[in-house]
């Protein structure tokens, strides 16, 4: 549920997943945040490669098995592979384009591949409005969404902090925050430019903090010219 994946197939390299299962979707907090996930609805992964899948799982708190999870959410997933071996590839080639296919062609040259990077991920995952967590709570955060992880918000909150969610091109206003934080998220930061112009626009006037984490750590360079 990290948004950091969207669009990616992603290989564990651990041999044996799913043994605890998932647990509950709809527990939430003091502030309706999901207690167990990364984000409030859906699973953000392309596909799931793993070495071998748990299909008896044993926890307390399970309440699905993971193959049953995301069937639910529509993603698919594959075992049976050599996870490491894969993985060897992965370190020596870097990221790598991918399908998980039923059977190969007589030709493999005729396979496509979809390259998710030219997409603008950020727009895809990030909200579409400003949303609020403890809102008489002080300092005030102003939270870029380029694909957050809700354990950032915890954090935030659990320290006394109001954060405001704001969409990943939302027009900042200095006024209406006490700092501002650019979160992680998925793909390429060059797809981000306004993005960019809204935090170089903060920089300009260099009045209030600002950081980031991840892909926010990459926007926030690109903005002062890296």
């Known amino acids: 549920t990290d948004r950091s994946y969207r669009a990616q197939i992603l290989v564990l390299t651990y041999p044996l997943i799913g043994n605890y299962g998932v647990p509950d979707e709809k527990e939430l907090d003091v502030h309706g945040l999901p207690v167990n996930f990364e984000w409030f609805e859906g699973i953000t992964l392309a596909a799931l490669v793993v070495g071998e899948v ?30 490491r071996a894969l993985t060897k590839k992965i370190r020596e080639n870097g990221s790598i384009l991918g399908r998980i296919v039923y059977e190969e062609p007589e030709v493999l040259s005729s396979f496509t591949f979809a390259d998710p990077n030219l997409r603008n991920l950020v727009a895809e995952c990030s909200v579409t409005e400003a949303r609020v967590f403890n809102a008489t709570g002080t300092p005030r955060i102003c939270a870029i969404d380029c694909g957050l992880k809700l354990n950032q918000i915890k954090c935030f909150v659990s320290r006394g902090a109001r954060v405001d969610l704001v969409p990943w091109n939302y027009a900042l206003k200095e006024e209406e925050f006490d700092g501002l934080f650019i979160s992680n998220g998925p793909g390429d930061p060059v797809v981000c430019k306004e993005t960019v112009v809204q935090i170089q626009k903060v920089l300009r006037n260099g009045k209030k903090p600002v950081f980031g984490i991840c892909l926010g750590h990459q926007l926030l360079a690109t903005a002062i010219g890296c």
């Open 54 to 83: 748990c299909e008896t799982p044993s926890h307390w708190r399970a309440k699905q098995t993971l193959s049953s999870w995301m069937e639910g959410h529509g993603v698919p997933g594959i075992s049976g592979i050599d996870t």
